[in-house]
């Protein structure tokens, strides 16, 4: 790779010049974001039913107590097996989001107009823990601009990201947000589609501070380059190889420690409210968070010296030195 080279000196002079762009872009983010938050609303009057883990629900059943509820569009049809690759990388950022966003007054879920098995088919495959409900046999994929007829695809007459033209599929992502004031009543404050929830991807945003950036040199120039779905198995054996690319997670790994050496202590722990298929407690384990079913702590440093009983040797070593053993 081919790169101007400097001393430090001629290094400083441009830094000092590209930050004073960034500072104009993140005033300029910041002033775009109150023009966001002081666009008018539009009152929600049409009654949406959706299907999930909780049964039949409306959409102000969704925001599950808070005043706020951010609506992901996922792609993710009837009949299809996997969802969008790209709606399925956006949705692995939010995973470690979700308890922030519930301790926020923001609730988060997932709409597809897949139906309700298939979307729980899947997500099982991937292991996520946010909500995720079908529009299946409701308006609401359409009304919002994210799901279109044949017949609009057909005659290239659909409208999505408030441009009317062709669009390559009937289903296509977006993100929506919602409120919900304190008699009940629903409101559609924003809507973005095609790159404006790109901000929202912690791993681009990590890819931009790097020489090399994004990376996307082809065929499509794009993240389905180099990000795909795969197996848990066929995830472990391309790890080792710089040249497999980026694998969705098929389940969190775990850390497997014999109950019999989990210390007594205090804990982190957070209600998994976004987690109501299982109703399972939730807590931070070395930076995850895990669903338990005991009360656990962060092995201390003494803890791990400490002789290995017999037959748990092998796991308590792994587990010290952050290894998976299962």
Not at 45 to 54: A, I, L, N, S, W
Not at 142 to 152: A, P
Not at 305 to 322: C, H
Request: positive net charge; aromatic residues 10%.
């Amino acid at each position: 790779m081919e790169h101007p080279v400097v001393a430090r000196e001629e290094w400083l002079v441009a830094r000092k010049a590209l930050l004073a762009k960034e500072k104009a872009y993140t005033r300029l983010r910041d002033r775009l974001s109150a023009e966001r938050r002081a666009l008018p609303w539009v009152r929600i009057d049409k009654t949406y039913v959706f299907e999930g883990p909780d049964g039949r629900e409306t959409l102000a059943d969704l925001f599950a107590g808070r005043s706020q509820l951010i609506v992901k569009h996922f792609m993710l049809a009837p009949g299809q097996k996997e969802g969008c690759v790209g709606c399925s990388f956006e949705v692995d950022h939010v995973e470690g989001a979700l308890v922030h966003l519930d301790h926020h007054d923001v609730s988060y879920v997932a709409v597809a107009r897949a139906p309700f098995a298939e979307i729980a088919a899947f997500k099982r495959r991937m292991g996520w823990c946010f909500k995720w409900v079908s529009s299946f046999d409701s308006d609401f994929n359409y009304d919002f601009g994210v799901s279109f007829s044949r017949e609009q695809v057909a005659s290239g007459a659909a409208c999505y990201n408030y441009r009317e033209g062709a669009v390559p599929l009937e289903d296509l992502s977006g993100l929506s947000a919602f409120y919900k004031g304190d008699d009940g009543v629903v409101f559609h404050t924003y809507s973005t589609y095609g790159r404006g929830a790109e901000e929202t991807l912690g791993a681009y945003m990590f890819l931009d501070l790097t020489a090399k950036g994004r990376n996307e040199t082809g065929p499509n120039h794009n993240l389905t380059d180099w990000v795909r779905h795969t197996t848990a198995t066929a995830r472990a054996d391309m790890s080792a190889r710089s040249d497999a690319g980026s694998t969705l997670r098929m389940k969190r790994p775990r850390v497997a420690i014999p109950p019999e050496t989990i210390p007594r202590g205090p804990r982190h722990e957070v209600e998994n409210s976004h987690h109501a298929e299982r109703r399972m407690p939730m807590a931070y384990v070395d930076g995850f968070v895990v669903p338990v079913r005991r009360r656990i702590s962060r092995p201390t440093a003494a803890w791990r010296r400490r002789p290995a009983r017999s037959g748990a040797s092998t796991a308590r070593s792994n587990s010290a030195n952050g290894s998976p053993t299962t």
